[in-house]
């Protein structure tokens, strides 16, 4: 699947559409998610066109790969969810293509916290 860079994640990234920016680097944006499904809900992202996990874990560089990891921990911290830095824990989700049921094809990981997520996997589609 080749990058498609009309996905509404690159238009935020280009500044095209608004977004509520809870950190940023050269390499990374986190924002709110617009439909919260949880107190802490952000998306994080690489600035890179990459369209799911493993084509970021393929192709992106070292220091995209390292700046998006500590992104993901900065943001889980600076939302007080991070359980080393005293927060009640969080979940990340990353979903992949059809089956991974990922809507908008550009990476982004969920963090997602402030209240218990759960069971990790539903088993019929809701
Ligand atoms: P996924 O199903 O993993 O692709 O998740 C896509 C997520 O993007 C959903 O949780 C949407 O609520 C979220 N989303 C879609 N458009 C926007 C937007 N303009 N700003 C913030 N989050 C968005």
């Known amino acids: 699947m080749s990058y498609d860079d009309q996905n509404i994640f690159a238009k935020i990234l280009r500044g095209e559409i608004p977004n ?16 919260p499904q949880a107190p802490t809900h952000v998306l994080v992202i690489p600035k890179g066109p990459y369209v799911s996990f493993d084509d970021f874990a393929e192709n ?9 990891v500590r992104a993901i ?42 209240r218990r997520i759960g069971r990790m996997v539903q088993r019929a589609e809701t």
């Open 20 to 35: 509520d920016t809870v950190y940023e680097d050269d390499h990374v944006l986190a924002f709110r998610d617009i439909q």
């Open 60 to 68: 992106a560089s070292d220091a995209e790969l390292a700046a998006y």
């Open 73 to 114: 921990g900065k943001v889980a911290r600076a939302e007080g969810v991070a359980p080393v830095a005293g927060g009640n824990g969080f979940r990340m989700i990353a979903n992949a293509g059809e089956d991974g049921v990922q809507e908008v094809p550009h990476l982004h990981v969920h963090i997602l916290g402030g």
